[in-house]
T-cell receptor
Framework: EAGVTQSPTHLIKTRGQQATLRCSPI?????VYWYQQALGLGLQFLLW?????ERNRGNFPPRFSGRQFPNYSSELNVNALELEDSALYLC???WGQGRGYTFGSGTRLTVV | QKEVEQNSGPLSVPEGAIASLNCTYS??????FFWYRQYSGKSPELIMS????GDKEDGRFTAQLNKASQYVSLLIRDSQPSDSATYLC???????????FGAGTTVTVRA
């Protein structure tokens, strides 16, 4: 069974540009979660999508947005990139509320 | 008060010893608790889940849950150098099912 897949692995952008990160959940999982992990910091919850709808978002500005497609894959968009957006962005999926999440390998975003 | 708090560490133990990791949480209604292991530069890996009070054992790992005290712990027996990693405690909030993580405890197993 394929795990959670994320692309690209690494992404380098210039301040002010937009970044798009992609995630495919484990087959059968309908929920997709996005987390940010800045260097030396903990995992910060960004967004939760389930059945194509945004269910919850963390304390991040509106320039962080995303969507979930009918096949349950998801993309995270970060507009007007700032230097402090440099971090590891992790996508996770689960098969039900209250169950553990399985994480992908992440996308390392570097803003220069 | 933070949603999930872990003993700050870092924790250094000799090979073969027991590593003990502690975690407290603030949401009394939480029902689902997890321990993740994260190697440097890698993504978190789920190693234990626990949903009811008491102990749950899986190989060299034992998770303990006490909902009355809002306390979760992880014991690593016969610690190996490959156990050297950051261990993250995670709790699902009862009001919105969001998985909240502690800051993590870094464990180093000395050969």
């Amino acid at each position: 069974e394929a795990g959670v897949t994320q692309s690209p692995t690494h992404l380098i952008k210039t301040r002010g540009q937009q970044a798009t990160l992609r995630c495919s959940p484990i087959s059968g999982h309908t929920s997709v979660y996005w987390y940010q992990q800045a260097l030396g910091l903990g995992l910060q919850f960004l967004l939760w999508y389930d059945e194509g709808e945004e269910r919850n978002r963390g304390n991040f500005p509106p320039r962080f947005s995303g969507r979930q497609f009918p096949n349950y894959s998801s993309e995270l968009n970060v507009n007007a990139l700032e230097l402090e957006d440099s971090a590891l962005y992790l996508c996770a999926s689960s098969w039900g509320q209250g169950r553990g999440y399985t994480f992908g390998s992440g996308t390392r975003l570097t803003v220069v | 008060q933070k949603e999930v708090e872990q003993n700050s560490g870092p924790l250094s133990v000799p090979e073969g010893a027991i590593a003990s990791l502690n975690c407290t949480y603030s949401d009394r209604g939480s029902q689902s608790f997890f321990w993740y292991r994260q190697y440097s530069g890698k993504s978190p890996e789920l190693i234990m889940s626990i949903y009811s009070n008491g102990d749950k054992e899986d190989g060299r790992f034992t998770a303990q849950l006490n909902k009355a005290s809002q306390y979760v712990s992880l014991l690593i027996r016969d610690s190996q150098p490959s156990d050297s990693a950051t261990y993250l405690c995670a709790v699902i909030r009862s009001n919105d099912y969001k998985l909240s993580f502690g800051a993590g405890t870094t464990v180093t197993v000395r050969a």
